[in-house]
């Protein structure tokens, strides 16, 4: 899955550790690395967040604004994903080569966000058949150190959960409505991200299974598992990734393993 550059005898060494459920830096199969979580970092949006998870880095940044309704939803918001694979963060990404995953990552979002409970998007409109939020969610990868699409659903969600969107007052005339945000910084309404959900990656290594791969495991994987996971245990977006294939007892297997971390700390 990644392009770590490995020799078979560095793969034989992963395989085994993974065999003995003692990885390569001391984790066993269904241990995360150590992880970093900031918010309110970026002064220029509504809401950020940044993730470390070991030399994986991403930052995310929300901006809030005020747009026409979807006339096929005029009463729900709206929430968009962009992708900026630095090519700071791999020389994989040199050129085009981060479009292809930053498009996989965002579909991956949206499949995951579109999920009925997910958001509460009818709390974004602001005036039913006109006006509504559009959240445009910014994620930019500063380095790829492997399990990239669990790294980045966790920044988004901290993002969201950070999210401060300014107050709406709303005055009639005889032109309609006109609508006012305030620009007071302490006047806002902050949107509930308890039913979105977090990616969680599962790997199968040989005829095992990890979490959180490093860049160097994902080389040794055939395939991976990926679910969108609510704290509540509800699954809104499954993807299956890489050449090998999955049986049924895999695939169980698998998410089970994947509803042991619907709780992250601070998540």
């Not at 970092?41 to 809030?64: E, F, H, W």
């Not at 790997?203 to 969108?228: F, P, Q, T, W």
């Amino acid at each position: 899955m990644g392009d770590a550059g490995l020799s078979e005898a560095e793969k034989t060494f992963i395989l085994h550790s993974v065999q003995d459920d003692f990885r390569e830096d001391g984790r066993g199969n269904e241990d995360f690395r150590h992880m970093e979580l900031e918010t309110s970092l970026i002064s220029n949006t509504n809401g950020s967040a940044r993730v470390r998870l070991a030399n994986t880095d991403v930052l995310v940044g929300v901006k809030v604004q005020l747009t026409p309704v979807d006339p096929e939803r005029p009463e729900v918001g709206r929430l968009e994903f962009f992708i900026d694979c630095s090519a700071n963060a791999t020389p994989a990404f040199e050129g085009r080569g981060g479009e292809e995953l930053g498009s996989e990552i965002s579909a991956m979002l949206t499949r995951a966000y579109a999920f009925p409970g997910a958001v509460d998007f009818h709390s974004l409109c602001v005036l039913p058949g006109q006006q509504c939020w559009l959240l445009y969610v910014d994620v930019l990868l500063l380095e790829c150190g492997g399990n990239l699409f669990d790294a980045v659903s966790i920044a988004v969600k901290a993002a969201l959960f950070n999210l401060k969107i300014p107050n709406v007052t709303m005055t009639k005339d005889e032109g309609g409505v006109e609508l006012d945000l305030s620009d007071d910084p302490f006047d806002f309404k902050r949107l509930d991200v308890s039913g979105a959900p977090i990616i969680i990656t599962v790997n199968k290594i040989g005829h095992y299974h990890v979490v959180d791969a490093s860049e160097k495991e994902e080389e040794c994987s055939l395939a991976r598992l990926m679910l969108g996971v609510t704290e509540k245990g509800t699954i809104t977006a499954m993807r299956k990734e890489g050449s090998g294939s999955l049986d049924p007892n895999s695939i169980s297997d698998m998410m089970e393993v994947n509803t042991r971390f619907l709780c992250l700390p601070g998540i």
